[in-house]
């Protein structure tokens, strides 16, 4: 037997996290920067003779379901993502083994799940001979976790995961998304990965209960989340053109800025651990952002030159475990590993 494996990157949102989600992105348009960074989900499919199970193991979750058939997995529960997109793309009559892996932990706020669903769709495609684009994996991926499953929120994740590099994502009215690669020069390239940390605080966050929270409040009257909205969208808008121009100083006051707006957003998108960090961190850094909803998970930040020594000290003192950033220009990637019998 023939194992079918892919690879998705996370990613990081400087900028415009939460105008790709619905109802915004629908009413008034939206603009997202994100970036891929070499942080991987992983899956891998196995076809079974006819007549065996449909088995899904999680290495990194350490749980394992399985059924009959892949339209007998039941719609929610344990593992219920995976499960969501072997139903939708398993052909009837077909047995599989779906593993999936991670190198980020859950609540990372770097796109995790939005990442593994697009290796699945990968793995799956390659399995069964699809041969869909980057985009075509995105659009099912992110389908799966809207429509499928009714998860809250909104596209970029899929779409960072399965293109990769730096990118500039604009939402027009009625939320279909256009994806635009940033063209960098080297030297931008090079200084913003140098001075760019990861830090993840140790806290978990629950992104879909955030989402729920921001919805009820953009529907209050005169809520100041419809506001933020606005904000977020005009900071993506003008950090594009900085990354392109290699506006580096500015980029990292717009990363502060934006972090601002996320926590306008709602409360729940702060947290007292992530006050913590950028209190501690202070001088050392021209900017940061808390990534992905809030609430926990990674910080992204911009250090000042010669201060990345310094605040990877400063994080570590409390607790924090940080991470270098490097870009990944790939994007999903898929391969067939040799028989396993």
């Not at 350490?62 to 009959?68: D, L, N, P, T, Y």
């Not at 072997?86 to 990442?115: H, N, Y």
């Not at 809250?152 to 994740?157: K, V």
Request: net charge negative; with cysteine.
């Amino acid at each position: 037997m023939h194992r079918f494996c892919a690879r998705a990157p996370v990613r990081v949102d400087p900028a415009g996290g939460g105008t790709d989600a619905p109802p915004f992105c629908v009413e008034h348009g939206g603009c997202v920067v994100n970036f891929a960074v070499q942080r991987h989900m992983f899956a891998s499919v196995e076809r079974l003779p006819a007549g065996n199970d449909v088995v899904i193991r999680s290495f990194d979750q350490g749980k394992e379901i399985s059924a009959e058939s892949a339209a007998a997995l039941p719609p929610r529960g344990e593992l219920e993502l995976l499960a969501g997109f072997v139903r939708r793309l398993v052909p009837e009559g077909e047995s599989i083994v779906l593993e999936t892996d991670s190198d980020v932990p859950p609540g990372s706020g770097l796109g995790g799940s939005g990442a593994l669903g697009v290796a699945v769709v990968a793995a799956l495609d390659a399995a069964f001979d699809g041969g869909r684009s980057q985009k075509e994996v995105a659009a099912i991926a992110n389908s799966v976790e809207r429509d499928d499953l009714g998860y809250a929120g909104g596209s970029q994740d899929s779409y960072g995961a399965a293109t990769g590099g730096l990118n500039r994502i604009d939402y027009e009215l009625g939320g279909r998304e256009k994806v635009h690669r940033l063209e960098i020069d080297a030297a931008t390239r090079l200084a913003l990965e140098h001075r760019s940390l990861l830090i993840y605080t140790g806290e978990a966050h629950v992104s879909g209960m955030i989402h729920k929270d921001i919805l009820r409040s953009y529907h209050e009257p005169d809520s100041p989340t419809l506001a933020a909205m606005f904000n977020l969208r005009q900071t993506a808008q003008t950090m594009a053109k900085a990354l392109v121009a290699g506006r580096l100083d500015e980029y990292a006051a717009l990363l502060s800025e934006s972090c601002r707006n996320l926590y306008a957003l709602h409360s729940s998108c702060d947290s007292p651990t992530l006050q913590r960090f950028y209190e501690a961190l202070g001088d050392s850094i021209l900017g940061g952002k808390t990534c992905g909803a809030g609430g926990g998970g990674y910080i992204i930040v911009f250090t000042k030159p010669g201060m990345r020594r310094e605040c990877i000290r400063r994080a570590e003192a409390i607790g924090g475990n940080v991470e270098p950033v490097r870009i990944d220009w790939e994007g999903v990637q898929s391969w067939r590993e040799g028989s396993t019998a």
